[in-house]
T-cell receptor
Framework: KAGVTQTPRYLIKTRGQQVTLSCSPI?????VSWYQQTPGQGLQFLFE???????NKGNFPGRFSGRQFSNSRSEMNVSTLELGDSALYLC?????????????FGDGTRLSIL | GENVEQHPSTLSVQEGDSAVIKCTYS??????FPWYKQELGKRPQLIID?????GEKKDQRIAVTLNKTAKHFSLHITETQPEDSAVYFC???????????FGKGTLLTVNP
């Protein structure tokens, strides 16, 4: 069974631009969560989607948004990029939503802002 | 909200020795505690998890213990091997929020 697939793997943008990242969950998984990983802040939760609905949201500004499609694939969008948005963005999928559902991560998209 | 303290931040052991990483938390509603291993440039990989109704779980050389009263849980790796070298993250979820809250990570180095 294929794992979580994230595209693109690497992305370079400049301040003020916007970016869209994509995540395809493990086949059969319906919940998708997004995390930001930086050396300073570690792994931080962005949001979770299940059945095309945002179920949980972390403490990030409104510039960070996402959506989920009927096939469970998810996209994350960041608008008006800032230098501090440079990070590894990780997507994780689980079978269903729930507090004890094992989450499996993709390889991430490394976003660099110039 | 949840807060997770992870110690130590770095750990160096000789091959064959045991390694122990400990995490403490504050929210008594937390009830799911996974551990992830992240090698350099790779994805976090779920290696073991434990639920609040269980005190200990073992999988070959890896074990996790949970003390809900004291609000701490630990990862134990026995007979360490060089390929165990990686950053290990503890995490938890609980209450009505299904997000994973992570510790800051422990860089484990196993010296041959």
């Amino acid at each position: 069974k294929a794992g979580v697939t994230q595209t693109p793997r690497y992305l370079i943008k400049t301040r003020g631009q916007q970016v869209t990242l994509s995540c395809s969950p493990i086949s059969g998984h319906r919940s998708v969560s997004w995390y930001q990983q930086t050396p300073g802040q570690g792994l931080q939760f962005l949001f979770e989607y299940f059945s095309e609905t945002q179920r949980n949201k972390g403490n990030f500004p409104g510039r960070f948004s996402g959506r989920q499609f009927s096939n469970s694939r998810s996209e994350m969008n960041v608008s008006t990029l800032e230098l501090g948005d440079s990070a590894l963005y990780l997507c994780a999928s689980s079978l269903v939503t729930g507090e004890d559902q094992p989450q499996h991560f993709g390889d991430g998209t490394r976003l660099s802002i110039l | 909200g949840e807060n997770v303290e992870q110690h130590p931040s770095t750990l160096s052991v000789q091959e064959g020795d045991s390694a122990v990483i400990k995490c403490t938390y504050s929210d008594s509603a937390s009830n799911y505690f996974p551990w992830y291993k992240q090698e350099l440039g790779k994805r976090p990989q779920l290696i073991i998890d434990i639920r609040s109704n269980v005190g200990e779980k073992k999988d070959q050389r890896i074990a996790v213990t949970l003390n809900k009263t004291a609000k701490h849980f630990s990862l134990h790796i026995t007979e360490t091997q060089p390929e165990d070298s990686a950053v290990y993250f503890c995490a938890l979820t609980g209450g009505s929020n299904y997000k994973l809250t992570f510790g800051k990570g422990t860089l484990l180095t196993v010296n041959p």
